[in-house]
């Protein structure tokens, strides 16, 4: 009795110690050496003083971790609840905007693997989220908000003007700043489709007070074929080329180019600005070579080019249970990532993983797959997502940090399939888990999206260069700064 009488005792004296501690911590006046001269009286009560609070402390965190985990259900749900937010000032706000008039919300951008690392597609699957007018949404529709968008789009397509540097037919680079006379064909298409199609379009003011952005009209495609500028040359032409216009118009010193873009698919066009770097800080870039990894590339300012093949023919509809191949891919080995593909399923009976000339029609093999595989080579971006939707077949995205085309509009995880780099050797297993159900969903998603992925010379409502244009509207900015007679005398 006597043991525990003196066991209570010491305890009431190291709580007593500790808050005589806490007290004297509080008294701004109070000289610390105090304490050290009372302590070192009751050497075996100082090391008590010490362990106690530590021992608090350690215990609160456990609690807190404990309480966490309890909870993660919670944190976890709230996290796939985050929108990304743009705010872009309105010009003339739609009276039946159901949001304010400064705000778009889109939910849970996919990032094709993302600027932090890519996860796998069991990982990125996401159940329901909160949509930007309070209902709960799924990766079953296509289109993040379809009714923002459609509203948005309606607005655009009423006040959204670009002003575009003129020049003449006889200027000595006219071939790489006008638009082409012929129908463009290739692998990077898509950059002289838009100017093309641009120049004709209702979106074209030649008053540049009324233009919301303005469009530097280089091609970079051209440039790279240009007698006396060629792939070299490239950097000193877009340096000269900018300097001669800041001189010639105010337009592009009154917001140090915030309110100007380009447009370019080749993968050169990411190393053309690196010595007019304000084009690169503040220009819009509509490029193909969209990565999160590029230190050139800032995404939500930037957007990204889909790289298209162009077909003349309208796409085909072949219904899935034809198909009777998993999975398809057919292209050089020219990355890491493809040596990796080809080196686990090259001689797989149900992924068809080829390099080299085929012996089939590429359509063929497009139209007989399940699923399409789109995997980076040198750069994150080819024409195989738009060659898969073409042809009815669900793309496989295996290509991190790559910002997908219309991502601010479009739910890739509603019509495609992400996988990391790191999950090729369990690729089949993702794509054999995927039900019946899912797959028909998914296909189906794909016939709906497939138009946003086509270019024609004459627009057609939400092909791919009303997608551009809509991904520009986005990004444009009210903010005029009028440059006063005052200021330009000092």
Known sequence: MSTLHS??????????????????????????????????????????????????ALITTLFILFNISTTSHFFFTHHQQQFTRFVYPKHSPSPTHNVSNDTHL?????????????????????????????NYMNNKEVFHDRDIFLEDYKQMNRSFRIYVYPHMRNDPFASVLLPV?????????????????????????????????????????????????????????????????????????????????YVACHSIGRSAMDKAWTVKLNAIQVVCSSSYFLSGYISHKDASLPQIWPRQKDPPNLASSKRKKLAFFAG????????K???????????????????????????????????????????????????????????????????????????????????????????????????????????????????????????AFYMVMYELWLRRSSLRVQLSSSIDSH
Not at 13 to 26: D, G, H, I, M, T
Not at 34 to 42: A, G, T, V
Not at 414 to 433: M, R
């Open 7 to 56: 066991s209570l005792s010491l305890c009431f004296e190291e709580f007593r110690l500790v808050f005589c501690y806490l007290k004297l911590s509080l008294q701004s006046m109070a000289d610390s050496s105090l304490i050290f001269h009372y302590f070192s009286h009751q050497r075996s009560l100082f090391k008590t003083f010490f362990f106690i609070p530590t021992t608090l």
């Open 106 to 134: 889109f939910l849970d951008l996919p990032r094709g693997g993302g600027g932090g690392g890519s996860v796998s597609v069991s990982q990125r699957s996401v159940g329901y989220h909160l949509g930007s007018r309070g």
């Open 181 to 261: 006379n012929f129908e463009p064909g290739g692998n990077y298409a898509s950059e002289s489709y838009f100017k093309r199609v641009l120049m004709k379009s209702h979106f074209i003011t030649k008053d540049p007070n009324k233009a919301d952005l303005f469009f530097l009209p280089f091609s970079i495609a051209r440039l790279r074929h240009e007698p006396g500028i060629g792939a070299e040359g490239i950097k000193d032409f877009i340096q000269h080329y900018i300097l001669n216009i800041s001189r010639k118009y105010s337009y592009w010193n009154r917001t140090g180019g915030a309110d100007h873009f």
């Open 332 to 339: 050089s080995i020219n990355s890491p990532v493809r040596e």
């Open 341 to 463: 593909l080809i080196q686990y399923w090259r001689n797989d009976s149900e992924i068809y993983a080829h390099f080299g000339r085929l012996t089939t029609p590429y359509a063929d093999e497009l139209l007989g797959s399940k699923f399409c595989l789109h995997v980076k080579g040198f750069e994150v971006n080819t024409a195989r997502i738009a060659d898969s939707l073409y042809y009815g077949c669900v793309p496989v995205i295996i290509a991190n940090h790559y910002d997908l085309p219309f991502a601010d509009v479009l739910n890739w995880k509603s019509f495609s399939i992400v996988v990391a780099t790191l999950d090729i050797p369990l690729l089949k297993k993702i794509l054999k888990e995927i039900s019946s159900d899912k797959y028909l969903l998914l296909q189906s998603n794909v016939m709906k999206v497939r138009k946003h992925f086509q270019w024609h010379l004459l627009p057609v409502d939400y092909d």
